[in-house]
């Protein structure tokens, strides 16, 4: 597609359920990348995937949160044991890496909005 | 740990002003900074980005620079209109990643008609 996809773009849930986030990269896109929002907050960084490297997870907050590439394309972050500090927007974004003068420029999409009640 | 700062948290302007947005970072080992904007209930979008070689980038009225020495980049908006009201984020890659971005609080900008 033209741009990241993510889905579900709203997604309400009851404390102590799993949810699953997808996102699709750009077409051709290395790099991914899982940020979280929270409200007043600034943008956190979770997980980056590149290639077929192993993940950097430094970023992710506890073992209930995992995230998955498959094929080098999709992804999905998975919350488990949902709790209400969970409740933020998560954006997934990416870019190609090492390609010149484009440098590091990465391509966020519009995000999931997670409320847990 | 890359802290990154952006003065002021909020700029209220009449249309046509030209403005700066500020930015400041503490560790100056960075690979790039990067100026994004954030329109309500949206993802951001990449206005430009400044590898640590260079000293600034333009696109159109938007011109950011880059000063590593100080720790500090600058956005400046010329000639503003109500359609650049958004909220303005830069971000410095931390931790020896060129990747790992570390982003501002963001500066909440409305231009006034």
């Known amino acids: 597609g033209a741009g990241v996809s993510q889905s579900p773009s709203n997604k309400v849930t009851e404390k102590g359920k799993d949810v699953e986030l997808r996102c699709d990269p750009i077409?051709?896109?290395?790099?991914l990348y899982w940020y979280r929002q929270s409200l007043g907050q600034g943008l956190e960084f979770l997980i980056y995937?590149?290639?077929?490297?192993?993940?950097?997870k430094s970023g992710l907050p506890s073992d209930r949160f995992s995230a998955e590439r498959t094929g080098g394309s999709v992804s999905t972050l998975t919350i488990q044991r949902t709790q209400q500090e969970d409740s933020a927007v998560y954006l997934c974004?990416?870019?190609?890496?090492?390609?010149?003068?484009?440098?590091?420029?990465?391509?966020f999409g519009e995000g999931s909005w997670l409320t847990v009640v | 740990k890359q802290e990154v700062t952006q003065i002021p948290a909020a700029l209220s302007v009449p249309e046509g002003e030209n403005l700066v947005l500020n930015c400041s970072f503490t560790?100056?080992?960075?690979?790039?900074l990067q100026w994004f904007r954030q329109d309500p209930g949206k993802g951001l979008t990449s206005l430009l980005l400044?590898?640590?070689?260079?000293r600034e980038q333009t696109s159109g009225r938007l011109n950011a620079s880059l000063d590593k020495s100080s720790g500090r980049s600058t956005l400046y908006i010329a000639a503003s209109q109500p359609g650049d009201s958004a909220t303005y984020l830069c971000?410095?890659?931390?931790?020896?990643?060129?990747?790992?971005?570390?982003f501002g609080k963001g500066t909440l900008l409305t231009v006034n008609p």
């Open positions: 974004a990416s870019s190609l890496i090492g390609q010149g003068d484009l440098g590091n420029t990465i391509y």
């Open positions: 077409s051709g896109h290395t790099a």
């Open positions: 995937f590149q290639g077929n490297s192993a993940p950097d």
């Open positions: 560790d100056s080992a960075i690979y790039n």
């Open positions: 400044i590898q640590s070689s260079q």
């Open positions: 971000a410095a890659d931390s931790g020896g990643s060129n990747y790992k971005l570390t």
